[in-house]
């Protein structure tokens, strides 16, 4: 990582920094208390990675408070989501190349996300159900069978594989390929730390890979449709438009990397919570139902799996009372929003009756880019942490995760449990 012309604010934590993401998780939340009650929006120089070709830009301003991640969210034309959601500015073919509709505002965005979301539509998401349960309970199964003594390393044999395998169903992939496909989402998402590659040059080459996998696929389907969602998406028309092979290849790997990456994180750092506060675990297990919709928002807000994502600002504006021009940079920090002590009572505390409102931004604070798989999502732990318990009730986490060394991604490598 290398430093620019600016220093950070004086007297505020530096979580322009990599070394303050790899402090202790409790000094990070309360660094983000601090610049929650910071008045205005303070501004950070930007940092890159290793032998990345993209000089850091002027830097941005952390949005932290709910209040103000939410305004920017719900505003696209003056917070723009086509210059980029990362930090630092890759050019236009590149930000769609990684983030597809994540990075493009309307009227592309619009196009885009109106054909894909045929393939996301409530009765797709019910009818997926039984196929959820059945991956559970064969995940489930393939652990027990596989860990005599009862004890593994939860993301490795269920939270990782779990999303990934749920996705790859979905989108026709062959079980050959599902470790590829795995090897490739954490190196994407895992770009900054060392174990997963750490270099500019293996995010590339990874990213390639999996995009000429991505187009091969679309191609093969529009020619050979089937009964997955690769078809359905590759056959998707909107006024007679369709989906190119190469925005099937960026739209894959949003999916499959959002897809598997997102909820691999909330399942682990929900065992975590339910393992840490063992009255909420009674309380939600002993009624499931009863509180299965509050608890898994309340998972996602704890975890919070994508940490940031940015906008551009249009016009010259306010928010926060930070006077914004045309052109700066915004970073929405949802991990600080989740915890704002303004809006949740408590919100370090895991919670599993919180109410639903206010809502938690852990899926996007509304607007055009809330998560598309959101009821995915939501369904894949509801039936997940179902099955669990069902199977497995003295399921625990035993000791300490290990966390991805990310800015990005709220990720745990690792994390052992046991049950007897």
Not at 190 to 215: C, H, K, N
Not at 223 to 246: C, F, H, K, W, Y
Not at 367 to 376: E, K, M, T, V
Not at 401 to 420: A, V
């Amino acid at each position: 990582m290398s430093d620019i012309a600016f220093d950070p604010p004086a007297g505020l934590p530096d979580i322009s920094q990599m070394a303050f993401w790899l402090a202790p998780r409790d000094e990070r939340i309360a660094a983000f208390q601090t610049l929650r009650n910071t008045p205005g929006l303070p501004k950070y120089p930007e940092r890159f990675l290793e032998g990345s070709p993209f000089p850091p830009g002027p830097g941005y301003f952390a949005v932290t408070r709910y209040e103000d991640v939410w305004a920017a969210s719900r505003n696209p034309e003056l917070f723009c989501s086509g210059q980029g959601s990362n930090i630092v500015d890759l050019p236009q073919e590149l930000n769609e190349f990684y983030g597809s509709m994540i990075n493009m505002d309307d009227p592309k965005h619009f196009r885009l996300r109106s054909i894909v979301s045929k393939g996301f539509t409530p009765r797709h998401v019910t009818d997926l159900e039984d196929r959820i349960r059945a991956k559970c309970v064969e995940i489930i199964d393939r652990m027990v069978a596989a860990h005599p003594d009862g004890s593994a390393d939860f993301v490795h044999e269920f939270a990782g594989p779990l999303p990934l395998e749920i996705i790859c169903s979905m989108m026709g992939i062959p079980e050959s390929d599902y470790a590829s496909i795995f090897e490739w989402t954490n190196t994407i998402l895992g770009a900054s730390d060392p174990e997963f590659g750490g270099t500019y040059e293996r995010l590339m080459e990874v990213s390639l890979e999996i995009f000429a996998y991505a187009q091969a696929l679309g191609e093969d389907r529009r020619a050979n449709p089937g009964d997955d969602i690769t078809s359905a998406l590759m056959a998707a028309e909107v006024d007679g438009d369709r989906l190119s092979p190469q925005e099937f290849g960026s739209f894959f790997i949003l999916l499959v990397v959002a897809g598997n990456e997102t909820t691999r994180n909330a399942l682990t750092h929900g065992l975590k919570a339910l393992t840490d506060y063992p009255d909420q675990r009674d309380l939600w297990f002993n009624d499931y139902e009863t509180h299965s919709r509050t608890a898994i928002e309340e998972i996602v807000r704890l975890a919070t799996p994508v940490i940031h994502f940015r906008r551009t600002v249009t016009a010259d504006t306010e928010l926060g009372g930070q006077q914004l021009h045309a052109g700066d940079k915004v970073v929405l920090f949802y991990s600080s929003a989740n915890r704002d002590e303004r809006v949740f009572e408590l919100p370090d505390q895991f919670d599993v009756t919180r109410p639903l409102q206010p809502q938690q931004v852990g899926f996007g604070a509304g607007g055009p880019h809330f998560c598309l798989g959101a009821n995915l999502a939501r369904r894949e732990l509801t039936i997940a942490f179902e099955e669990l318990h069902r199977r497995l009730p003295s399921l625990r986490a035993t000791g300490e995760p290990d966390y991805l060394q990310s800015n990005f991604i709220n990720g745990i490598k690792r994390m052992s449990c046991s049950w007897s």
